[in-house]
């Protein structure tokens, strides 16, 4: 019998045997061998053929964590593996974490899920191929730096104030932090509610400000938060405390009353004199005029009797014909006690000032009221107490003009017949057309009893 490789160069006849060793073509790759046969007369057989793959070298190949992606802000990752092998080609993989043994040999695929070890920080993953006849690969790998901590807040966004002529307003704030894989930008939301987006809402990348074109008459808010390069993101910092667009600056409350067009204004350094409920009262120093003040983002924490505050909004009415502000509020340095006026119970309310129905400008007076329009100060007046349930009463001194008193939760109505002396803010209430006089007390210090 003879060999061959190729078809050609034929080896020496020998001895037939069951078996021989022969060397193959070099090169990887599908191989054929070629074998004849003679029996004593010297007649050949024909040529006979079988072929192999031969492969002697490893797969070769690569791994990419998160597509070469340098941070994860999950330990579970997406692995792209590549690998090739010329000879009889890649079947399986295996991979590990740093100090893990291998995982069990799978079939080969070009993506894998993968969990990196725990925590926070560079992590590696290790791979290694094998091919059909079992030939191993080196070792490959790929790191990633993990983060799966939210970054810090950053601070409360400021602004110029609580009112601005202007419409360009501008919020700033203190960076965030991020000890894993570092600061990537910030969210930032603005809108004309606490908390809300439908002005602005989107990434404004390292800057620590942000400026938008505000409306006259619009309030505008904004608060931010911080993300990191892994794409983590910190909670939302508090919303700003307001700012409005107003056309004008006015030096004193009574210009405010007065004011025309578009009624948006903004009033600076006034004195808080009753804090109720969901809105508050503000006084001239000089007690010539006073307001109710309903602010958007309702009533902060720092807001008590005596602060001072600047406000800006727009001016309009209550069901029951009272002027107020709906304002974005500030509460600046400095305190001021404003004292009551005194009044007879004709004079409280007062009348008509400046007033017109539509468009409302000025203050409403009492229904027959006479004399300086005094609602929305701080007044004090005297009468005998006549109940009419558990959170009102009414005081007559005599004069025919009642006043109906109104107590906040938790303060005792007086018994019917007792004289007293009643502090709160000159208000109103309609009943039908007719807008009569209403007096706020604060609580009950402000109720004295003199029988």
């Keep these: 019998m003879r060999f061959a490789n190729g078809g050609s160069d034929w080896s020496t006849w020998e001895t037939y045997a069951a078996t021989k060793s022969w060397q193959l073509a070099t090169g990887d790759g599908n191989k054929i061998v070629y074998v004849q046969f003679k029996d004593f007369a010297d007649n050949i057989s024909e040529t006979y053929t079988d072929s192999v793959v031969l492969d002697t070298t490893a797969p070769t190949g690569s791994v990419s964590i998160n597509s070469g992606a340098q941070y994860s802000s999950s330990a579970t990752v997406t692995l792209t593996c590549t690998a090739s092998d010329a000879g009889s080609g890649v079947t399986d993989m295996r991979f590990a974490n740093v100090g893990s043994a291998w995982n069990d040999w799978e079939s080969y695929a070009s993506s894998k899920s993968w969990i990196l070890a725990t925590g926070n920080g560079t992590k590696a993953v290790y791979v290694q191929y094998r091919d059909a006849i079992g030939r191993i690969s080196a070792t490959y ?27 360009s307003l501008t919020f700033n704030w203190t960076a965030g932090s991020d000890t894993g894989s570092g600061v990537s930008g910030y969210n930032c939301q603005v809108g004309t509610t606490p908390n809300g987006n439908d002005v602005f809402d989107s990434s404004v990348g390292t800057a620590l400000s942000k400026t938008i074109s505000g409306s006259y008459g619009g309030h505008y808010f904004c608060r931010v938060q911080t993300q990191d390069k892994a794409g983590n993101i910190s909670t939302w910092s508090n919303s700003s405390d307001g700012i409005s667009v107003v056309e004008q600056a006015v030096p004193d409350i009574g210009s405010a009353k007065h004011a025309t067009g578009s009624r948006s204004v903004g009033l600076a350094s006034k004195a808080v004199t009753a804090v109720l409920g969901d809105h508050f009262y503000i006084e001239e120093p000089s007690r010539t005029s006073g307001l109710m003040v309903i602010p958007v983002a309702g009533i902060s924490t720092g807001l008590v009797v005596g602060s001072l505050v600047d406000i800006g909004g727009v001016l309009n009415l209550t069901s029951d014909d009272e002027l107020y502000l709906d304002a974005t509020v500030q509460v600046i340095a400095g305190h001021l006690t404003i004292h009551p006026l005194g009044f007879s119970n004709l004079a409280l309310g007062g009348g008509d000032w400046y007033y017109t129905a539509s468009p409302p400008v000025g203050q409403r007076g009492i229904t027959g009221g006479h004399g300086p329009n005094n609602i929305g100060l701080l007044a004090r007046t005297w009468g005998t107490v006549t109940p009419v349930d558990s959170g009102s009463f009414e005081i007559s001194d005599g004069s025919g003009a009642k006043i109906t008193v109104v107590v906040p939760l938790g303060v005792a109505v007086p018994s019917a017949g007792k004289y007293v002396g009643v502090t709160g803010i000159s208000s109103c209430h309609k009943v039908g057309s007719e807008l009569r006089r209403m007096l706020l007390v604060r609580g009950s210090g402000d109720i004295s009893l003199y029988q």
Aim: proline share 11%; charged share 10%.
């Design 141 to 167: 790998s790929d790191s990633i730096v993990v983060d799966v901590t939210a970054p810090n807040t950053p601070g409360t966004p400021t602004d110029s104030g609580a009112f601005s002529t202007n419409t």
